[in-house]
């Protein structure tokens, strides 16, 4: 039982990149699911999230930037981040909140360079 994060890696600034969270087990993605982020010396925070009915949240730093999307038949998560700038640089987790727990990835490092 496990969420697998993967897609980092170290970037320029404007470039792209596609992050997935795949799980597995008894974790389904038709939950509440997101993207959280932790910059060195801060506090994770939201990056972005699908309800269960499939509206979108996003923070206002990545609005327009980014999007997060899934793909329930692979029971994965992706974030696509465009436009990257080097305050994105953090480590990226996924999130999936079920009714009855809520799951996280081991986190994905994404290092943005000016």
């Known amino acids: 039982v496990q969420l697998q994060a993967s897609g980092g890696g170290l970037v320029q600034a404007g470039d792209s990149l596609r992050l997935s969270c795949a799980a597995s087990g008894s974790i389904s993605i038709n939950n509440v699911v997101g993207w959280y982020r932790q910059a060195p010396g801060k506090q994770r925070e939201l990056v972005a999230r699908?309800?269960?009915?499939?509206?979108?949240n996003y923070a206002g730093s990545v609005k327009g930037r980014f999007t997060i999307s899934r793909d329930n038949a692979k029971n994965t998560v992706y974030l696509q981040m465009n436009s990257l700038k080097p305050e994105d640089t953090a480590v990226y987790y996924c999130?999936?909140?079920?009714?009855?727990?809520?799951?996280w990835g081991q986190g994905t490092l994404v290092t943005v360079s000016s």
């Open positions: 999130n999936v909140a079920s009714p009855i727990r809520t799951y």
């Open positions: 699908i309800l269960t009915e499939g509206v979108t």
